[in-house]
């Protein structure tokens, strides 16, 4: 039977345990070279809170553990009351009814987690992140009286994952988060049809076989190619009442050219007047593809750094020398990698920025929850694009209350339940008679005031 990962969770239950107040006796201890705070707690038979209660200084995020400190012990009687809201299971689990004799509405939500849960390479440590994004969910949610019964199973990219599904935990679970690995999606595709539990595919993985065939597969991630169309409408829908200026910028490179023409398709079907031009253009030529009489929006056909800058070059030499031109500037996904470097240029050109997500590093919420990932494993989150742990936690949230609301009926579309998303909005729509695959978009407008606004569309 394949080991359920515990070791590199370190501090993971730090949130999750739930002490009843009682007697505190106390021993001292002298902490040993390379022991951890997880360790300690362990060999000691208590729970890593208990002994993070006897010595208050363990709460900062800044504290380190160090050989010859002296720390205090609670004995293990007075944390006998200690209980565990996410439940790890056992070495071999007790026989329990199978998931679809009991409706889920009224019981422990089972979830399964099988992604590579290692710290071997990136692939790992992210969804490592992702994962303890997962089980701050699961804490959150155990405060709103819903409880959840964690397996996670280590599925790496030379894993096996029929090994994986012949744990007896893993056709009891109701829903499964994985892979992140396109190879494993046909076996899991038909063991959960089996055993008729949702999967949720969280990342960027081929599950185009079994999305459109399974109505047990819930796919996260939106393929950039296929939202040429959809994207390319909602532009001629939301700046309906703007002129729109088309930039040839050169790059023999760029990917956007499927997008820009579909774009000139709906523009011209529906009778739309809009203006080409070059960023190789003279400034005199360039303004003349602009009009004074309403906004104007700018859509480049390259995503590039180089090109966005030339074409900002551009839009400042109009600006200066016509300042009654009013203009809004639609960009792409990538240009979030640039906006270190590129926010001011944002704001003053009124961009906005098509995504699936948005990390808004300046949110009470975001700022929460990094907060509390800090202070539960004595790290920050990895700087990347997206957020992992903000992802997991979005991931759970959104599922596990779906279950808990609609049981496994749950189909994920809009309006099931009001939840303000962290990063990642979730709104699935169903592909033919197969599975679900979601359909939620963000327009991120940097405004002129020095604003940031997501637009749901």
Not at 19 to 48: F, L, N, P
Not at 95 to 123: A, C, F, W, Y
Not at 285 to 305: C, E, M, T
């Amino acid at each position: 039977m394949t080991k359920i990962l515990r070791y590199f969770l370190l501090s993971a239950l730090l949130a999750f345990c739930c002490v009843e107040a009682g007697a505190q006796t106390m021993q001292t201890y002298k902490v040993k070279k390379k022991e951890t705070i997880y360790g300690i707690a362990r060999d000691h038979g208590i729970s890593v809170e208990d002994l993070m209660r006897a010595n208050p200084g363990m709460e900062s995020p800044d504290y380190k553990l160090k050989k010859g400190s002296i720390i205090y012990l609670p004995t293990a009687t007075s944390a006998a009351s200690a209980t565990t809201a996410v439940v790890l299971p056992k070495a071999e689990p007790a026989p329990q009814p199978s998931h679809q004799s009991t409706d889920v509405r009224k019981r422990e939500i089972r979830l399964g987690v099988m992604l590579p849960l290692h710290k071997v390479n990136n692939d790992g440590r992210r969804m490592v992140e992702y994962y303890r994004g997962i089980l701050m969910a699961c804490d959150s949610l155990k405060k709103e009286g819903i409880s959840i019964d964690v397996h996670a199973w280590n599925l790496a990219e030379d894993g096996h994952v029929d090994e994986i599904l012949k744990d007896p935990a893993a056709a009891r679970c109701d829903v499964i988060i994985g892979p992140l690995y396109s190879k494993f999606v046909p076996a899991l595709s038909d063991f959960v049809k089996k055993h008729r539990q949702h999967l949720v595919i969280p990342f960027s993985i081929n599950a185009g076989q079994q999305l459109a065939s399974n109505p047990h597969i819930f796919q996260v991630y939106q393929a950039p190619g296929a939202l040429n169309d959809v994207t390319a409408r909602r532009v001629a829908d939301w700046f309906k009442d703007c002129h729109p200026v088309i930039v040839d910028c050169g790059d023999t490179t760029s990917t956007k050219g499927p997008f820009t023409a579909a774009l000139r398709r709906i523009y011209e079907a529906r009778g739309v007047q809009y203006s080409l031009t070059s960023s190789k253009s003279s400034d005199t030529q360039f303004a003349y593809a602009f009009v004074k009489d309403r906004p104007n929006v700018v859509i480049l056909n390259s995503s590039g750094s180089r090109e966005l800058n030339v074409v900002f070059g551009k839009l400042s030499a109009l600006i200066a020398r016509h300042p009654e031109v009013q203009l809004a500037v639609f960009g792409y996904t990538e240009w979030m990698m640039y906006t270190h470097y590129q926010q001011q240029n944002f704001y003053r050109y009124n961009v906005y920025v098509p995504a699936p997500f948005h990390t808004n590093l300046q949110s009470p919420l975001t700022e929460r929850l990094m907060h509390k990932y800090r202070w539960n494993f004595r790290q920050d989150m990895m700087n990347t694009f997206p957020r992992f742990g903000l992802t997991g936690f979005d991931h759970a949230m959104f599922f596990l209350r779906g279950l808990h609301k609609y049981g496994m009926s749950f189909d994920g579309a809009a309006g099931r339940f009001g939840y303000q998303p962290s990063q990642t909005p979730l709104k699935f729509e169903r592909v033919g008679e197969g599975g679900y695959q979601n359909r939620a978009y963000l327009f991120i407008h940097y405004k002129p005031d020095h604003t940031v606004e997501t637009v749901n569309y």
